[in-house]
């Protein structure tokens, strides 16, 4: 069914002495399917923070690691690995996936991405607070998980010289040439003075195994610094797409473009925009960055979202797909924060949703996805 028009194109086309007066119409036809419902069993625990990927050598299989469960009275996190058949409609079931290796100690707020090599890698993120004390372990580590044999191995260990500061709710992306991409976050590390929201961009080299720093914190050009922000490889995987974020209060709504060649900063203009936000959810379909949900404090409230948007490129604009809702609606997911939004591949019309913190419902479990189903254009006389 149609979900929004994208926009309206006003001609005028002579023929002998009259004008003709028509509109090209260029719709979206889009929906939400709920896959699995929110508090199924036998699915994964609810959670919030974690993060999620396709596995390149099975791609139906979609894979998430740790996040931040809740047990009253605390919350706490953890280190499972789940894994799921986008295939098996309508019987999905989530397995959790029997790992072995070095296994990462539990943790949430971390970044993820699937290197060209085939492998999966996890960087940094924290804990929560130790039962009865404020203790929080926060990490700069670096791991890999192979697909093939669910075996998990440490790169780098915490306080490895030459490599990122700790932090937690980065973001990062991966390139076809070998590169992971990180950028930002909110960190936290003995080895450096002062402590806070970061723009700094560091490369991880697959191939050399090496950390480099492309920018150091608050380089002039950088975006702003920020944390709960989104990173993703732009279609023809030539820039980084920034969106969003927040400096500990408030939220952002800026985008930007980080050149692979060029190593420079962009920012694109976006007319009306999205309210800013962290927290949200990214995927990049069929060349529209999709941006969906995410959370906003203000006046010490924190504002929730459902709503849909995506940045077109072409245009340099910003469409809305869907607004928030004010209740509860079967046809789309409910307002939430940190939950993860997976791309099946690079050519793909779908992303899915897992979990995420819901308003007013706590910590989530459900599974959807989002079909773009075609683009069309009419006129309309």
């Not at 985008?255 to 203009?269: E, N, P, V």
């Not at 459900?366 to 009419?378: A, G, H, I, P, V």
Request: aromatic share 16%.
């Amino acid at each position: 069914y149609q979900r929004r028009v994208r926009g309206l194109l006003l001609r005028i086309k002579p023929m002998s002495s009259f004008f003709f007066l028509f509109l090209v119409i260029s719709t979206v036809s889009c929906d939400w399917r709920q896959l699995i419902f929110d508090q199924e069993p036998t699915s994964p625990p609810g959670r919030y923070y974690h993060c999620s990927n396709f596995s390149p050598l099975q791609p139906e299989l979609l894979y998430i690691f740790a996040g931040v469960e809740y047990q009253n009275p605390q919350t706490f996190a953890v280190n499972d690995v789940w894994r799921v058949n986008v295939s098996q409609s309508p019987n999905f079931v989530w397995q959790r996936v029997n790992v072995s290796g070095d296994i990462p100690p539990p943790r949430g707020y971390h970044s993820c991405s699937v290197g060209s090599d085939g492998l999966w890698y996890i960087f940094g993120g924290k804990t929560e607070p130790a039962p009865g004390t404020f203790q929080i372990t926060y990490y700069n580590d670096l791991w890999s998980f192979d697909f093939a044999t669910s075996t998990w191995k440490n790169i780098f260990p915490s306080d490895t010289p030459s490599t990122p500061r700790k932090r937690f709710w980065a973001s990062s992306t991966s390139t076809p040439t070998g590169q992971i991409i990180l950028f930002g976050g909110y960190g936290i590390d003995p080895r450096y003075p002062g402590m806070g929201v970061m723009n700094d961009l560091w490369v991880y080299d697959l191939n050399q195994t090496i950390w480099f720093q492309v920018y150091a914190n608050n380089t002039p050009g950088s975006p702003p610094p920020r944390q709960g922000h989104t990173a993703s490889l732009s279609e023809d995987a030539q820039n980084v797409i920034v969106f969003g974020g927040e400096q500990l209060l408030g939220g952002l709504n800026d985008i930007w473009l980080y050149s692979l060649a060029f190593r420079t900063w962009k920012q694109l203009q976006s007319g009306q925009a999205p309210a800013g936000r962290s927290g949200h959810s990214a995927a990049l379909l069929n060349g529209l960055y999709y941006i969906f949900a995410g959370s906003y404090i203000t006046n010490g409230q924190e504002l929730y979202y459902n709503d849909l948007w995506y940045y077109n490129f072409v245009s340099s604009a910003w469409v809305q797909v869907e607004a928030s809702t004010d209740q509860p609606d079967e046809s789309q997911p409910w307002k939430r924060k940190a939950a993860s939004a997976t791309i099946l591949s690079s050519n793909s019309k779908s992303f899915y949703l897992f979990g995420g913190y819901g308003l007013y419902q706590g910590l989530k479990n459900d599974f959807w996805q989002y079909n773009l189903l075609e683009e069309s254009s009419k006129i309309v006389l």
